[in-house]
């Protein structure tokens, strides 16, 4: 009996699903508690090579969602110690970490190598940076997000319509795990329907995810889903999301890490560039801005 026995005996996968899966090339970016769930599963069922994007050390806790990591791990990078841990799993499966955040720039030359995008690092500057150019290229794209007991997973780019078209722009008010707060079980849960839906594009499967929403809410025990097919593209992808490095001399810069937004009047040949650890604070700036008529509007997630 070989390794993927209990998958290949699926006629929906069999032997030739299995040669596609070993020959897939699929990019990761996160891996912390969507990509502790998702990364064994893609690795288990014989995903040939895997890029694996996070800049973050393991913290203590981390441990009660991240259950890829031990208290002995503590301190170490997460995508080295994921990349390792995997190894052992699957030594079919090549996996090469990468101790660095992935940037819009980064992500250019990356994406092109890779048959799937998997979003994983739940960061609103990161989702957003990866729809815009897996949408350029027609690279799929799955991505979710979690807080709480509740979030969605969805399919998107690759011949769907992008993130942008079904989520134009972000609620007023709105939480990270690290403020909010997260059951590992959620995240557990939608990092594995992530897995799913990769395997399933990778494999082929109709119906296709991409074009799919799953949202799932485990404090009301409830899992519904639509299709967006027909979603329309907004005709303008605002605000841009761009890395540190695109910033030029003649943008005006605004770093929300640290301040306040102020009233600005932009020079009309000036681009507008806020800066804030997830994305949320200065696209939140960038579309009130945009709101008063001026559009060179671009934002940077400094935790990517």
């Known amino acids: 009996m070989t390794r993927y026995a209990r998958q290949t005996c699926l006629p929906e996968v069999g032997e030739a699903g299995q040669r596609a899966l070993a020959a897939a090339r699929v990019l990761v970016v996160g891996a912390g508690g969507l990509g502790a769930s998702q990364l064994p599963l893609l690795a288990g ?127 007023a008010q709105l939480q990270s795990c690290g403020t909010g707060g997260v059951m590992g079980p959620a995240v557990a849960t939608l990092g594995a329907l992530q897995a799913q839906m990769a395997l399933s594009v990778l494999l082929g499967h109709a119906p296709s995810p991409l074009g799919q929403v799953l949202n799932l809410d485990l404090a009301i025990w409830h899992l519904s889903g639509f299709r967006f097919d027909a979603a329309p593209e907004p005709k303008h992808a605002r605000p841009e999301v761009i890395s540190r490095a695109e910033i030029v001399a003649d943008d005006l810069v605004v770093d929300l890490r640290f301040n306040e937004a102020p009233k600005l009047v932009p020079e009309s040949c000036q681009r507008a560039v806020f800066i804030c650890k997830t994305g949320l604070r200065a696209w939140r700036a960038a579309k009130e801005l945009s709101a008063s008529g001026f559009t060179a509007v671009a934002i940077v997630g400094d935790g990517f």
Not at 121 to 135: G, I, K, M, T
Request: aromatic share 8%; with cysteine; net charge negative.
């Open 45 to 171: 069922a014989g995903v040939g090579l895997i890029r694996l994007f996070d800049p973050d050390r393991i913290e203590e806790s981390n441990l009660h969602r991240q259950t890829l990591f031990r208290m002995d791990d503590i301190g170490r990078p997460k995508a080295q110690v994921a990349a390792e841990t995997l190894r052992r799993l699957n030594p079919d499966c090549h996996v090469w970490p990468v101790i660095s955040r992935l940037d819009p720039l980064a992500a250019r030359s990356e994406i092109p190598h890779a048959d799937i995008v998997i979003d994983a690092a739940d960061n609103f500057a990161v989702s957003y940076a990866l729809s815009d150019q897996c949408f350029a290229m027609g690279t799929p794209l799955i991505s979710a997000s979690v807080l709480a007991r509740h979030g969605y997973v969805g399919g998107f780019c690759g011949g769907a319509p992008s993130l942008r078209a079904v989520f134009p722009d972000l609620p």
